[in-house]
């Protein structure tokens, strides 16, 4: 099973800040990165995916994946309340994933 | 109606108990997953299986056992529950187009046992 490390949190940002996401991974010939967000009690929730090198954006979320250095992250732009979540690194073992055990996010306002 | 359904949603049963925790998916995928989750443990693979025939053991699959009954159905068996398997659990699917697909999730099944 390869490692997925994320850093620690809990992360507490003020609403329509940035909150910025890490996660490091040990197998360098992973080619699949994924952000999932989980809220309490509930399944988690596909919010990105990259592939390449460099960033993906979509709408107030940012990828940024760096596979010379196997660090992938996430950036919320504009926090909201509604970003308040745990959210799980995700990264592909051969035809599975490998999940950290998530960063938990509260924007508080 | 959600694409990947589990039941039951919650249940709580008593150590030694034989429990079956089901999962259907409507999203034609080939391959299904059960996860077991933990507080600040993340997802553990359990069992997964790519097709109707191939049955894989994931992480933690002592004390676990599944059943593949038709591409869409995936049950996850606790032959004789103890305290510890207490968790959430999660069946997933995804797509066999390519390696790195990403995972679909459903909505979880909370088991306690007592």
């Known amino acids: 099973q390869k490692e997925v490390e994320q850093n620690s949190g809990p992360l507490s940002v003020p609403e329509g800040a940035i909150a910025s996401l890490n996660c490091t991974y040990s197998d360098r010939g992973s080619q699949s990165f994924f952000w999932y967000r989980q809220y309490s009690g509930k399944s988690p929730e596909l919010i990105m995916f990259i592939y390449s090198n460099g960033d993906k954006e979509d709408g107030r979320f940012t990828a940024q994946l760096n596979k010379a250095s196997q660090y992938v992250s996430l950036l919320i732009r504009d926090s909201q309340p509604s970003d308040s979540a745990t959210y799980l690194c995700a990264v592909n073992d051969d035809y599975k994933l490998s999940f950290g055990a998530g960063t938990t996010v509260t924007v508080r306002a | 109606d959600a694409d990947v359904t589990q039941t039951p949603r919650n249940r709580i049963t008593k150590t030694g108990k034989r429990i079956m925790l089901e999962c259907s998916q409507t999203k034609g995928h080939d391959r299904m997953y059960w996860y077991r989750q933990d507080p600040g443990l993340g997802l553990q693979l359990i069992y997964y299986s790519f097709d109707v025939k191939d049955i894989n053991k994931g992480e933690i699959s002592d004390g676990y056992s599944v059943s593949r009954q038709a591409q869409a159905k995936f049950s996850l068996s606790l032959e004789s529950a103890i305290p510890n398997q207490t968790a959430l659990y999660f069946c997933?699917?995804?797509?066999?187009?390519?390696?790195?697909?990403?995972?679909?999730f459903g909505d979880g099944t909370r088991l306690s046992i007592l």
């Open positions: 997933a699917t995804s797509d066999l187009v390519r390696e790195g697909q990403p995972q679909h």
